[in-house]
């Protein structure tokens, strides 16, 4: 009781704008449930709906909204800090406008990424894989990381994933919500769409919140190596392939690079420590000669 009644208290002397927002081919409700269950009753709270339809479109426009309502509430509320939590899409959204307004970065108290595909979806990229159609597949298929690593190094961040099983949530692999300075959050046995409103990922962000912080770069071996795929642009996937890899290459701590190639010649690459894979990816027709390349670098 006495934790409880602590945590009440370290909440209730808060204050700052807390903005939540949903993710592709979703409303507003769920996300907006999750906003009120972590902030006071007064505090400045904002979640826009941007309407389930136009999710499928360009995401340059839903860019935009969030964009000015977030202009407005901080013109509002000057004095304020920020508190930022966005599922799915939702968090692209905002890397994209974090990355449009540098300014606004010191005001940031913390960044929430929950289940994001910041390294860009298999799934956009397999509808789309030469990201010819104006749709939303595009963009959900682009690779953000870099954004995502630069605001990360400024500001306390946190990336929360579900994992059901081959190191997906169902719809995002683990992996692609992976970058470096943010703090990693792996939760067992959440969906992707349950991330916006479990009360296990509620947990998640008050411990962050009670203790934001920038994660430094990791230096293990397997990290290093990890960092050199993702330099890539690799699709990050489930690594439910990973059982018919062979190794080619052992390095020290047990860390282990494998591949395989399926019937239609798409090469699969994955990182293991031990025999737990940890890292899974593979390249297209297009990307076959740079990866063969690159394989040679890490031998």
Request: glycine letters at 6%.
């Amino acid at each position: 009781m006495s934790s409880k009644l602590h945590l009440q208290n370290s909440q209730e002397q808060q204050d700052f704008i807390l903005f939540a927002q949903h993710g592709w081919a979703d409303i507003s409700q769920d996300i907006g449930y999750l906003a009120r269950s972590l902030a006071k009753p007064n505090t400045p709270t904002y979640a826009p709906d941007l309407g389930l339809i136009n999710t499928w479109f360009m995401i340059a426009q839903l860019i935009a909204k969030v964009e000015k309502i977030a202009t407005e509430a901080i013109a509002k509320h000057p004095d304020l800090p920020l508190r930022i939590i966005g599922h799915s899409m939702g968090g692209l959204i905002w890397l994209e406008v974090l990355n449009r307004h540098p300014e606004w970065l010191p005001k940031v108290h913390s960044l929430a990424l929950l289940g994001s595909p910041v390294g860009g979806s298999d799934l956009a990229r397999l509808f789309d894989p030469f990201g010819r159609f104006p749709l939303i597949a595009r963009d959900l298929g682009t690779n953000r990381r870099a954004i995502a690593e630069a605001i990360a190094s400024q500001i306390p961040t946190i990336s929360i994933v579900g994992d059901i099983g081959n190191h997906t949530d169902g719809t995002v692999p683990v992996g692609c919500s992976q970058f470096a300075h943010a703090t990693f959050v792996c939760l067992d046995g959440l969906h992707h769409a349950t991330l916006k409103n479990h009360p296990r990922v509620v947990t998640a962000l008050q411990q962050f919140w009670d203790n934001p912080v920038i994660t430094p770069l990791l230096t293990d071996t397997a990290s290093q190596l990890i960092a050199k795929l993702r330099s890539l642009d690799l699709t990050e996937t489930n690594n439910q392939n990973f059982v018919k890899s062979k190794i080619i290459q052992t390095y020290p701590d047990g860390i282990k690079l494998w591949t395989w190639t399926n019937s239609l010649q798409i090469i699969h690459i994955f990182v293991s420590i031990g025999e737990r894979c940890v890292y899974s990816a593979y390249t297209g027709w297009q990307g076959r000669n740079k990866l063969a390349i690159a394989l040679k670098t890490l031998y």
